[in-house]
């Protein structure tokens, strides 16, 4: 029963009051969630069933199938049912649609299957993947607030040490790797449930990552800093702590990325220097931005080294910087069309059509 307890009340948030001092199980906490979420008993069916979700390999395989179904299907449908006039009540009154499934009504259903999964992992930590699933569904930082809290009773200092403290960190780990690559990284905003509010979700996360960056190195497993500089990389290089150089060979990339998408004023070697930039224009930022950041520190053999990593980067470099040009060796700029001359025929060779349509084929 106490397992239950902790579970709904973690669910429940302030609507655990409503109980009014009935014992608190777990048919009572459904019974609120069914109020909070939906209000009619086919929700109620719906969030009963989450409950025995398998929690196996199998389990997880229908968590991703319906992530999946859900942000497929969510744009096709109307944000909220429509009004119909018909014919006996013509002239003004109208009436709804019936049996029509609106964006809402997936957003409730979304809402209720993420707060089952989450409920999946605090009875059985070991599904990890089931919570972050749960968190790509619904983003939400009064969510993600609660788990934080749930594992600080291990984390924090004083918490309970040994296994249970290793699992806390794993599972936070894991948080941040999704919450950098995975959780509300979508092609389009329809395919988020309404009302969440991705950036205080980040933010949420943000605070959380800068508050274990600065703790000793001791403290935190590499495997939690790894995930917490790449956080950091990726939404704020610029409010990361300063790192000061370190013998840590795990966390050694993660900072120099940062370093690097700083600004931080280092000697890199040239072929560092392309990696770096490389990866900040194919990973992190925009074009704009990638090439304005590389501009600062670019020299004519940083770009030469860029070229033979990325030819497509190195081309956009090349258009912001005419003055490098004859630096290029013609070997390079026959690879990329870049030494033709304009001729009486009109008809264009393959590398002009390459050098005036960027694409990745060209990096091939």
């Not at 960056?213 to 800093?225: I, N």
Request: charged share 30%.
């Amino acid at each position: 029963m106490k397992r239950y307890t902790a579970k709904a009340k973690y669910l429940l948030g302030d609507q655990v009051e409503k109980l009014q001092g009935d014992e608190l199980t777990i048919s009572n906490a459904i019974n609120v969630l069914n109020e909070a979420i939906a209000g009619d008993r086919q929700e109620g069916e719906r969030l009963a069933a989450l409950f025995e979700l398998e929690t196996t390999a199998e389990g997880e395989a229908t968590a991703a199938r319906f992530r999946s179904t859900f942000r497929s299907l969510r744009p096709l449908l109307e944000e909220r049912e429509g009004l119909l006039e018909t014919p006996e009540t013509a002239g003004g009154v109208f009436t709804r649609r019936s049996q029509t499934r609106t964006q809402i009504d997936l957003d409730d259903d979304a809402r209720a299957f993420a707060l089952g999964l989450i409920e999946n992992w605090i009875e059985d930590p070991s599904n990890v993947r089931l919570l972050r699933i749960g968190l790509d569904l619904w983003p939400a930082a009064e969510v993600l607030e609660r788990i934080l809290n749930l594992l600080r009773q291990y984390t924090s200092k004083g918490g309970k040490r040994n296994a249970p403290r290793r699992v806390a960190w794993y599972c936070m780990a894991e948080i941040f790797r999704a919450g950098a690559t995975e959780t509300g990284f979508v092609e389009e905003k329809e395919r988020l449930p309404l009302g969440v509010d991705l950036a205080a979700y980040r933010t949420v996360l943000l605070k959380e990552a800068i508050s274990i960056a600065q703790m000793p190195s001791v403290l935190v497993p590499w495997y939690l800093r790894q995930q917490v500089l790449l956080y950091l990389a990726v939404n704020a290089p610029q409010q990361s702590p300063i790192f000061h150089k370190g013998s840590n060979s795990e966390t050694k990339q993660y900072r120099e990325v940062i370093s690097f998408l700083r600004n931080d004023k280092q000697t890199l070697p040239e072929g560092d220097f392309a990696t770096l930039a490389i990866l900040s224009r194919r990973s992190f930022l925009s074009k704009e931005k990638a090439v304005a950041l590389a501009n600062l520190d670019l020299t004519p053999r940083r770009l030469l080294r860029i070229f033979e990593k990325d030819p497509s980067f190195g081309t956009e470099l090349l258009t912001e910087n005419k003055g490098f040009d004859p630096e290029i060796p013609p070997r390079i700029r026959d690879d990329l069309g870049l030494s033709w001359k304009a001729e009486a025929n009109p008809k264009k060779s393959l590398a002009q059509i390459v050098s005036e349509t960027p694409d990745l084929l060209r990096n091939e």
